[in-house]
């Protein structure tokens, strides 16, 4: 298995220390275009090193002795480029003077366009032969990148300007070139935060929360502004490791082109991958981005890049300008910039949008559509309806003792109330199993439990179906296993949920959703606590009434009317505190 973190690694000594070997890494093609060398320092502003040619007029064809000279360096890389063009690719090929000490590499389509060291050995003088292509420009410029030390650099230092016979004198001024300017400011860095302005206007956005301004501590934030065939993309979020966003076809991790910026001893990298499956990302070795910058502040990880709407000639780069799901992660990384898997599931767009198609702002959701369905079913369920049923079976007996349809009305809001229940978990059951298209090995006890719940409700009406008639000696067995049944399930769906809400899957807001439970079920053990209590004074009550003998049935009656407003009150009351909670998960499941 090759190992990114130790690829990547590598590639930041690129300059100082690649075989000539074929450049196992390949790394050093990303800096054909920037030429820079040490994503996360600066180079130094004014160049101490020169670049001389033998010639100041040259034919295709020709050879051109190059040599850079200046104070002592360990690192070098030169490169002949269009004087009219110099962010334009490399041009024509080198030969080498001394391959002790140079190498040649292949930038761009053209093999040899540049020449670099072979290792960090001090030298103050390097040469090599430039071959002028048949295709040449008019006017031709020598680059070179001048690495002192490891810190100690030099990027882009402008080399003489050599043109061809009879040529019209070179229209663009070289040195308004920025990358050239002589410059303290940070190259690699961005200089300031991204912004939201234009979102949905200039650019296509997606923010998580939602309208999150991406300067802010928690918010993810992705967006995509088009310059004619370039994509210009900024990407920030809060990570002590890796911030990534991945393109897809689908829902689900597999067969995707991934952009990770990763954290590595407080550089950034810049990385592309395409995800095969749910293994860990192979980094590409080479990917077409260009303008790669960074920042790492207060632990918000911010990098932008561009790369063009198609880069046919790299493998695993989606053209942008179709429909995708846009997933975006976050995760650790080691301290060798090894990545790990995302700690909670990817933020995933809410459907497939085509980011070259007008900007748009959206938001997307962390949880897949089936699981949160699942726990808002199972909320509903397992909080309300099982609970109200349970109340009315235990204290309103003698509140609704009338008959409706042949049977009393409590035993018929008790029969709905739980028939519903074990119809919301089974519909809630199966969906976790289409979702991950069987049993989820990663999901802990949850499944287990949910499973002995769903048994246990199935269980319950069925042998209620069966129940011995009400004066039947067996009829207490009956009562006995249906409450004991029932609570048993009852308390296994509270910590089932308890497991549930805190998945990857779902993850509601830690540690609010623990506490808003704990306060649930205090809320329910109170009210039935409360009811009781009451129960046992009012057969005390009675009991007394009913010992003295003194009183008449008229008290009787009075005492039980005033026991049964209590007992409705209470269960208003405690439907209200029950819907409250309710509302308030929901309305968590559904912001998730
Ligand atoms: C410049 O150097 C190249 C390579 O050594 C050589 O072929 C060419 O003749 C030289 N040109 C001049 C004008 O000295
Ligand atoms: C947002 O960023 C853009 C590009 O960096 C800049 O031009 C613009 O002024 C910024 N807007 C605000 C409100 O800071
Ligand atoms: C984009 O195209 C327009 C007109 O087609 C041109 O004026 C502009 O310079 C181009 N921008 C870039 C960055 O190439
Ligand atoms: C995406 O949008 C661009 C620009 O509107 C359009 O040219 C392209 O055909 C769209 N792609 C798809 C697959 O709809």
Redesign the pocket.
């Known amino acids: 298995m090759e190992l990114p973190g130790l690829t990547r690694t590598l590639w930041i000594f690129t300059f100082l220390s690649v075989p000539v070997a074929g450049y196992p890494n390949g790394k050093v093609k990303e800096a054909c275009s920037s030429m820079r060398p040490l994503h996360g320092h600066f180079p130094q502003p004014s160049p101490v090193h020169t670049i001389s040619v033998?010639?100041t007029v040259f034919r295709p064809g020709d050879?051109?002795?190059v040599s850079l000279s200046g104070p002592v360096f360990e690192g070098f890389f030169i490169q002949a480029r269009n004087a009219e063009n110099l962010d334009g690719p490399a041009i024509g090929s080198f030969i080498l003077a001394d391959e002790r000490i140079s190498q040649l590499l292949t930038c761009g389509r053209v093999k040899n366009s540049a020449v670099s060291h072979t290792s960090k050995s001090k030298k103050n003088h390097v040469e090599a032969?430039w071959v002028s292509p048949t295709d040449a420009p008019e006017h031709v410029q020598f680059l070179a990148t001048v690495v002192e030390k490891y810190k100690l650099f030099w990027v882009k230092i402008l080399g003489p300007v050599i043109s061809q016979p009879n040529a019209p004198p070179l229209t663009i001024p070289t040195s308004i070139t920025p990358d050239t300017l002589p410059t303290s400011q940070p190259v690699s860095h961005l200089t300031k935060s991204f912004n939201a302005s234009g979102c949905g206007n200039t650019k296509f956005c997606i923010r998580n929360p939602p309208k999150c301004d991406p300067g802010a501590a928690d918010c993810f934030f992705l967006s995509f502004k088009q310059n004619n065939h370039s994509m210009l993309i900024e990407m920030s979020g809060p990570s002590e490791g890796y911030i990534a966003f991945a393109l897809s076809h689908d829902q689900w991790m597999g067969d995707d082109d991934a952009y990770l910026c990763i954290n590595e001893d407080h550089r950034i990298n810049v990385n592309t991958a395409y995800l095969s499956g749910r293994t860990p990302p192979v980094l590409d070795s080479e990917n077409g981005l260009e303008d790669i910058s960074w920042r790492v502040a207060d632990g918000v990880v911010q990098c932008s890049f561009r790369r063009n709407l198609h880069l046919p000639a790299y493998k695993g780069r989606f053209n942008l300008d179709a429909n995708y799901y846009i997933f975006l992660a976050d995760g650790e990384a080691s301290e060798g910039g090894l990545i790990y898997k995302h700690n909670r599931q990817p933020l995933i767009t809410n459907g497939m949008y085509n980011v070259t198609d007008s900007p748009k702002d959206v938001g997307g959701s962390r949880s897949p559509l089936l699981l949160k369905v699942h726990a808002s079913l199972m909320f509903v369920a397992w909080m309300t309806t099982v609970s109200i049923g349970v109340i009315v079976a235990r204290f309103f007996k003698p509140v609704w003792p009338y008959s409706l349809f042949g049977k009393e009305i409590w035993f018929q809001v008790h029969r709905m109330l739980m028939l519903t229940t074990v119809l919301l978990t089974s519909i809630a059951f199966v969906l976790p199993f289409i979702y991950r298209g069987g049993w989820s090995e990663r999901a802990g006890f949850h499944p287990y439990l949910g499973c002995t719940v769903m048994a246990l409700a199935i269980f319950q009406p069925l042998m209620a179906g069966f129940r011995p008639p009400p004066h039947a000696p067996r009829r207490h067995v009956f009562n006995w296993v249906h409450w004991s049944t029932g609570t048993t399930a009852r308390i296994l769906a509270v910590v089932t949920m308890f497991l549930g809400m805190d998945l990857p899957a779902l993850n509601l807001p830690d540690p609010w959703d623990t506490y808003t439970m704990i306060g649930f079920v205090a809320w329910h053990v109170g009210i039935d606590v409360l009811l009781e209590i009451h129960s046992y004074c009012l057969i005390r009550k009675v009991e007394v009434i009913d010992d003295d003998r003194i009183q008449i049935l008229q008290s009787l009656t009075s005492a039980e009317a005033e026991g049964h407003t209590f007992k409705q009150i209470m269960l208003t009351i405690y439907i209200c505190g029950n819907a409250a909670f309710l509302i308030t998960f929901l309305t968590a499941i559904h912001q998730v």
């Open positions: 033998n010639v050879h051109i002795k032969y």
